[in-house]
């Protein structure tokens, strides 16, 4: 960003405010989406058989994935 200084009253008007630092917490939530968001996926898709098994339903979820195939990571 250009340096204010020496500029008039009129000039700084015409410059929009430095948007404010993000907050730690801010930041430490999407740091925890954005590693907990594809452990979840790989979970899924690690042990797909389990979920299958577990609950019959998500096999359709799979098949439409074409993720239907067996994994021996039981």
Do not use: F, K
Not at 56 to 61: K, T
């Amino acid at each position: 960003m250009t340096s204010l200084a020496g500029l008039t009253a009129m000039d700084r008007l015409y410059y929009p405010p430095p948007p404010p630092p993000m907050p730690l917490a801010l930041r430490l939530a999407w740091a925890a989406t954005a590693i907990i968001i594809p452990c979840m996926i790989g979970s899924g898709l690690y042990w797909r058989n389990t979920v299958m098994e577990s609950w019959p339903p998500s096999a359709r979820i799979y098949s439409a994935l074409g993720l239907t195939g067996t994994a021996d990571h039981q």
